[in-house]
């Protein structure tokens, strides 16, 4: 089982990397071209009953995964879930869903033209988790959603794939601290999500996270080619609770300023 969810995060890593070429050049300064252990992957989707945030979890629960944290975000919108596998070498999964009755009528509008387009047959098995857009969406219609949820157009956009990868600070060969682990990205030229500050979280919640912002990437919409933000790449370090095992969850709190790392700037 645990060979079929490593081939499933292959494969996630292989699409995410096309448009995210920050991601191997962060891998050859924090770990000289060594293998960098994942903490967690996070994935996006709208809450259409085809395609809601339990329907990608079902691909993941049916390699063994298990629902451990739930988490909302009012100001976004959204809820989200995180899972983890007994196998605990395997990365956590992060998955989102944006709450469409919450907003606009113009906004459901075009997710809803862009959705119909989905084939049942790409839910049979989970390529689906990367299998991108199932639609041609216009910089109008990406601009319109952009002015009410960067979330609803980044979807709109790059449809079905991991958001980002995020690289365990706890098992980083020849790092202690995330604050290393910044300091070494900003002395190579990486630019810092500093929304809600560079650090995320801290040792009272038992995290502390950061990210890149999202590398730039040229979309060919409908009616021009445009440079958008694509997927970034954050960093977690994880605190131990009073038994000695690491925190395993997510701050709210935090990850709300994680999802920035997508906005335009």
Request: proline residues 2%.
């Amino acid at each position: 089982m645990s060979q079929k969810v490593n081939e499933l995060f292959d494969r996630l890593w292989k699409q995410y990397i096309e448009i995210t070429p920050s991601a191997n050049k962060i891998h050859k300064v924090l770990g000289g071209g060594s293998e960098l252990i994942n903490d967690h992957v996070a994935l996006r989707t709208f809450n259409i009953p085809n395609i809601n945030l339990e329907v990608l979890a079902t691909f993941f629960i049916e390699m063994g995964y298990q629902e451990k944290g739930q988490y909302e975000f009012k100001f976004k919108k959204l809820n989200a879930k995180h899972f983890e596998h007994p196998d605990k070498t395997l990365p956590k999964v992060f998955i989102s869903e944006l709450r469409l009755e919450l907003c606009s009528d113009n906004l459901n509008d075009i997710v809803s033209r862009l959705v119909s387009q989905i084939d049942d047959v790409a839910l049979i098995d989970n390529s689906f988790l990367y299998s991108g857009t199932h639609w041609q969406v216009s910089y109008q219609d990406y601009l319109a959603l952009l002015d009410e949820s960067e979330y609803a157009a980044w979807m709109a956009a790059f449809g079905f794939r991991a958001n980002h990868f995020t690289v365990s600070v706890n098992l980083l060969k020849g790092y202690e601290t995330l604050h290393g682990v910044n300091q070494a990205l900003k002395d190579n030229g990486f630019v810092l999500n500093t929304s809600g500050g560079e650090i995320k979280g801290s040792v009272g919640v038992m995290l502390e996270q950061s990210s890149t912002l999202a590398d730039q990437h040229l979309m060919a919409f409908l009616d021009q080619n445009k440079e958008i933000p694509g997927c970034f790449y954050e960093f977690a370090y994880r605190y131990p609770q009073e038994n000695g095992s690491l925190y395993q969850g997510f701050v709210a709190a935090s990850a709300d300023k994680i999802f920035e790392s997508t906005n335009r700037r």
